[in-house]
T-cell receptor, first 114, second 115 residues
Framework: GAGVSQTPSNKVTEKGKYVELRCDPI?????LYWYRQSLGQGPEFLIY????????DSGLPNDRFFAVRPEGSVSTLKIQRTERGDSAVYLC????????????FGEGSRLTVL | AQKVTQAQTEISVVEKEDVTLDCVYETRDTTYYLFWYKQPPSGELVFLIR??????QNEISGRYSWNFQKSTSSFNFTITASQVVDSAVYFCALSEDSGNTPLVFGKGTRLSVIA
């Protein structure tokens, strides 16, 4: 497809389990971002990739969260030992390297930790 | 530190009314960028506008217009003759550098346009 694709769209898991969320950005976009959106809140920055490297991971809340982008395209957000407070919609966005600030967002992955 | 405040949590208007969504920002930088995004029920945020701190000209795009005032640190968004399809959550955002630095979003304003 032409847009940012995120899978799964919905994920329900139990506390303590490991979760992976996948983002497939728009072809050719070198910048990729992960945001987290809790109910009634705005998106909160987690991590940003420029190519394969994490340019800024200052938003990751703790060491249970990790993200990779090994080939500079698809990215995976990994959450270990999930907690109920991790429940949120995880948004992925991509952009060109033209510094326009125009991010193209996916529809998000809704994570529910029981 | 950068901060974006959208004081209006929810607004409800009748179709064809004009509506203004407020946005107030805080930053120590002299160079920064302001954005508005729309989030329809599908959940996918859609970029509406980007404005840099050196350009205080108001902008109009169809029924949408934006008023940027550095003196009050505000970047308000007006929809003229609102339509039901305008119903969504609208987010104002700030970046203290050009595009590729992380955007800081406000909490959003939920707009409901009633037919």
């Amino acid at each position: 497809g032409a847009g940012v694709s995120q899978t799964p769209s919905n994920k329900v898991t139990e506390k303590g389990k490991y979760v992976e969320l996948r983002c497939d950005p728009i072809s050719g976009h070198t910048a990729l971002y992960w945001y987290r959106q809790s109910l009634g809140q705005g998106p909160e920055f987690l991590i940003y990739f420029q190519g394969t490297g994490a340019a800024d991971d200052s938003g990751l809340p703790n060491d249970r969260f990790f993200a990779v982008r090994p080939e500079g395209s698809v990215s995976t957000l990994k959450i270990q030992r999930t907690e109920r407070g991790d429940s949120a919609v995880y948004l992925c966005a991509s952009s060109t390297n033209l510094n326009t600030g125009e991010l193209f967002f996916g529809e998000g992955s809704r994570l529910t930790v029981l | 530190a950068q901060k974006v405040t959208q004081a209006q949590t929810e607004i409800s208007v009748v179709e064809k009314e004009d509506v203004t969504l407020d946005c107030v920002y805080e930053t120590r930088d002299t160079t920064y960028y302001l954005f508005w995004y729309k989030q329809p029920p599908s959940g996918e945020l859609v970029f509406l506008i980007r404005r840099n701190s050196f350009d205080e000209q108001n902008e109009i795009s169809g029924r949408y217009s934006w008023n940027f005032q550095k003196s009050t640190s505000s970047f308000n968004f007006t929809i003229t003759a609102s339509q039901v399809v305008d119903s969504a959550v609208y987010f104002c955002a700030l970046s203290e550098d050009s595009g590729n630095t992380p955007l800081v979003f406000g909490k959003g304003t939920r707009l409901s346009v009633i037919a």
